[in-house]
């Protein structure tokens, strides 16, 4: 018996698109951002459904070929994905494909893209407390000659210094492969994309000192402003370790 061949992104979103069972298609990943599609993209789709429907399309549940990877999940599923979770970056970007809801799933990826601001508050002292962590043991690793861990801490510090500042947007943070295309199109208030992008790129290879004091400056004054000095206080004399000499 011949295989049979797998069901293509256009195949699948016509079939979809005939079932009333579905609600809304969207689409995530490099597919939903222009500009980075290569040869090796699939399109990652889900595929919400009205809640308590039933559907043939249960069939392609964990469907994953290297053209299609599906999500098939009701509505009330897809109003949870990424709240809290590592999708929430990917569907606040995400493209819709199908909204037979009269707007609501676009309004559903739209709630996904703003934190509110209880949770972004809670979110970048966090952050916040977890980037002058692995800041201050960088500097101190630098000091006493422990390069591999200062590096090492150096490269952690950027991880939750981008999860800060975007919080402090109220954005979630976008995946590494993404940031850079998300900086260009929607910069962060107050920061110079281009001397933000050196610096981390400088602090994660190198464990630069001197560049990580002056970014520091800069993050405890927008932090400051932000209503987070408890949390740098709670540094006391350590700060002065962290900042410019």
Same mark, same amino acid.
Request: glycine share 6%; net charge negative; charged share 25%.
């Given at each position: 018996?011949?295989?049979?061949?797998?069901?293509?992104?256009?195949?699948?979103?016509?079939?979809?698109? %005939?079932? +009333?069972?579905?609600?809304?298609?969207?689409?995530?990943?490099?597919?939903?951002?222009?500009?980075?599609?290569?040869?090796?993209?699939?399109?990652?789709?889900?595929?919400?459904?009205?809640?308590?429907?039933?559907?043939?399309?249960?069939?392609?549940?964990?469907?994953?070929? +290297? &053209?299609?990877?599906?999500?098939?999940?009701?509505?009330?599923?897809?109003?949870?994905?990424?709240? +809290?979770? =590592?999708?929430?970056?990917?569907?606040?970007?995400?493209?819709?494909?199908?909204?037979?809801?009269?707007?609501?799933?676009?309004?559903?990826?739209?709630?996904?893209?703003?934190?509110?601001?209880?949770? %972004?508050?809670?979110?970048?002292? &966090?952050?916040?407390?977890?980037?002058?962590?692995?800041?201050?043991?960088?500097?101190?690793?630098?000091?006493?000659?422990?390069?591999?861990?200062?590096?090492?801490?150096?490269?952690?510090?950027?991880? =939750?210094?981008?999860?800060?500042?975007?919080?402090?947007?109220?954005? +979630?943070?976008?995946?590494?492969?993404?940031? &850079?295309?998300?900086?260009?199109?929607?910069?962060?208030?107050?920061?110079?994309?281009?001397?933000?992008?050196?610096? %981390?790129?400088?602090?994660?290879?190198?464990?630069?000192?001197?560049?990580?004091?002056?970014?520091?400056?800069?993050?405890?004054?927008?932090?400051?402003?932000?209503?987070?000095?408890?949390?740098?206080?709670?540094?006391?004399?350590?700060?002065?370790?962290?900042?410019?000499?």
């Amino acid at each position: 018996m011949t295989a049979q061949k797998p069901i293509t992104y256009d195949a699948f979103v016509e079939l979809a698109t %005939a079932d +009333p069972a579905v609600v809304g298609l969207v689409l995530k990943g490099s597919r939903a951002h222009e500009g980075m599609i290569t040869e090796h993209s699939d399109h990652d789709l889900y595929v919400v459904l009205e809640v308590g429907a039933t559907t043939a399309l249960t069939r392609f549940v964990g469907h994953r070929t +290297p &053209e299609l990877d599906l999500v098939i999940l009701s509505l009330d599923e897809f109003r949870a994905a990424g709240m +809290p979770g =590592f999708e929430r970056y990917a569907l606040a970007r995400a493209q819709v494909v199908l909204d037979r809801l009269d707007g609501d799933i676009a309004q559903i990826l739209a709630t996904k893209a703003r934190l509110d601001a209880d949770e %972004a508050f809670r979110e970048a002292g &966090e952050w916040l407390d977890a980037y002058a962590n692995s800041l201050y043991r960088s500097v101190k690793n630098d000091r006493d000659g422990h390069r591999l861990a200062a590096r090492l801490d150096a490269a952690d510090s950027i991880r =939750f210094l981008l999860e800060l500042l975007f919080a402090l947007d109220r954005r +979630p943070r976008p995946y590494n492969k993404y940031l &850079e295309w998300e900086l260009a199109r929607f910069p962060l208030p107050g920061w110079d994309t281009g001397l933000l992008l050196d610096a %981390a790129d400088r602090i994660s290879s190198v464990g630069d000192v001197s560049t990580q004091r002056r970014l520091f400056a800069q993050v405890e004054a927008v932090a400051r402003r932000a209503g987070h000095s408890a949390v740098l206080d709670a540094w006391g004399e350590d700060l002065a370790l962290m900042r410019p000499q």
